[in-house]
Nanobody, 114 residues
Framework: VQLQASGGGLVQAGGSLRLSCAVS????????LGWYRQAPGKQRRLVAQ???????SYLDSVKGRFAISRDNAKNTIYLQMNSLTPDDTAVYSC?????????WGQGTQVTVSS
């Protein structure tokens, strides 16, 4: 099983980023998936999830700013992040949702400057 997140970087407040996570080794199209983030000194938490039927849900603090999507043909999920704030600074990773059951991949760092 591999979870390969990419697309992070340094962005100014108000900016946007699009994250990608390529998933291998699982039945992708029949698995609920999500994006998680872990800020320094804090616990990892689920910020967005998408079901096998493309139903989505979000952490309250990112609603209206983040959008999760999936491409079953590419075994990839995405996270479009708009109107970023310094509070969004974290390492972002993907995993099964709502409970992460796979070994974590490396994640991708998102840093938002004020």
């Amino acid at each position: 099983v591999q979870l390969q997140a990419s697309g992070g970087g340094l962005v100014q407040a108000g900016g946007s980023l699009r994250l990608s996570c390529a998933v291998s080794g699982i039945p992708f199209s029949s698995t609920h998936l999500g994006w998680y983030r872990q800020a320094p000194g804090k616990q990892r938490r689920l910020v967005a999830q998408i079901s096998t039927g493309d139903t989505t849900s979000y952490l309250d603090s990112v609603k209206g700013r983040f959008a999760i999507s999936r491409d079953n043909a590419k075994n990839t999920i995405y996270l479009q992040m708009n109107s970023l704030t310094p509070d969004d600074t974290a390492v972002y990773s993907c995993n099964v949702a709502p409970r992460p059951t796979l070994r974590w991949g490396q994640g991708t760092q998102v840093t938002v400057s004020s």
